[in-house]
């Protein structure tokens, strides 16, 4: 209906030339427009992210994220790879807009920090693959942080394997989404703590 507020899933768009598009008419219509990110909703995640703000971390120097999968390793016909791996349907973006997309949100999320600058390195390895299923992606945050992403569907061995790290002066996280409810800070000089969705705040 014209004039609703809409919440979409991503990726929100397939060119620079869509999502500026989006972008004009959300601003034209003052409704709300939201794109979702659910892996920012862990209370974990949310925890990891009120540590680097409160500076528990220090200044944020190194970020890392991977998403890997090996789903996509060879080539794969069913209702969800047949729309993913078809650029008339997905998009130019493979591995990058499906998966990638949630890693880039992860990292600013929990750092706080915008990246300014990139360099990606799209691969299609599986022979007759229109669009990515790897990619290597190295980031400059604002502030001087650097970054590193990495996202692929055909790194045999995991299923779905979203992975965090955030390194800064004082401190380190690691988060795995495959084991959701622990989250492992080291300050510098001291043993690593896991620290558990009981025992995280609730912020």
Same mark, same amino acid.
């Given at each position: 209906?014209?004039?609703? &507020?809409?919440?979409?899933?991503?990726?929100?768009?397939? $060119?620079?030339?869509?999502?500026?598009?989006?972008?004009?008419?959300?601003?034209?219509?003052?409704?709300?427009?939201?794109?979702?990110?659910?892996?920012?909703?862990?209370?974990?995640?949310?925890? =990891? @992210?009120?540590?680097?703000?409160?500076?528990?971390?220090?200044?944020? @120097?190194?970020?890392?994220?991977?998403?890997?999968?090996? %789903?996509?390793?060879?080539? $794969?016909?069913?209702?969800? =790879?047949? %729309?993913? $791996?078809?650029?008339?349907?997905?998009?130019?973006?493979?591995?990058?807009?499906?998966?990638?997309?949630? =890693?880039?949100?992860?990292?600013?999320?929990?750092?706080?920090?915008?990246?300014?600058?990139? @360099?990606?390195?799209?691969?299609?390895?599986?022979?007759?693959? &229109?669009?990515?299923?790897?990619?290597?992606? !190295?980031?400059?945050?604002?502030?001087?942080?650097?970054? =590193?992403?990495?996202?692929?569907?055909?790194?045999?061995?995991?299923?779905?394997?979203?992975?965090?790290?955030?390194?800064?002066?004082?401190?380190?996280?690691? %988060?795995?989404?495959?084991?959701?409810?622990?989250?492992?800070? !080291?300050?510098?000089?001291?043993?690593?703590?896991?620290?558990? &969705?009981?025992?995280?705040?609730?912020?």
């Amino acid at each position: 209906e014209v004039g609703s &507020r809409v919440i979409c899933d991503k990726p929100l768009a397939s $060119t620079l030339e869509d999502a500026s598009a989006i972008a004009d008419a959300v601003d034209a219509s003052g409704k709300q427009f939201i794109l979702t990110h659910n892996y920012a909703g862990y209370p974990l995640i949310r925890q =990891a @992210r009120e540590m680097v703000r409160t500076g528990e971390l220090g200044d944020i @120097r190194i970020v890392q994220v991977e998403y890997v999968q090996d %789903w996509l390793a060879e080539e $794969t016909s069913n209702k969800q =790879a047949d %729309w993913r $791996t078809d650029p008339a349907k997905s998009g130019a973006g493979g591995a990058i807009g499906d998966i990638g997309t949630h =890693a880039f949100h992860l990292a600013g999320y929990v750092s706080d920090l915008k990246a300014e600058t990139l @360099r990606a390195e799209l691969d299609s390895f599986v022979p007759g693959r &229109r669009v990515d299923d790897n990619a290597f992606i !190295t980031l400059r945050y604002a502030g001087g942080a650097k970054g =590193a992403l990495w996202a692929s569907q055909v790194a045999v061995g995991h299923e779905n394997a979203l992975t965090l790290r955030v390194y800064g002066t004082k401190g380190g996280l690691v %988060w795995r989404q495959e084991n959701p409810n622990e989250l492992r800070f !080291t300050r510098f000089g001291e043993p690593a703590q896991t620290l558990t &969705r009981a025992g995280a705040g609730n912020s």
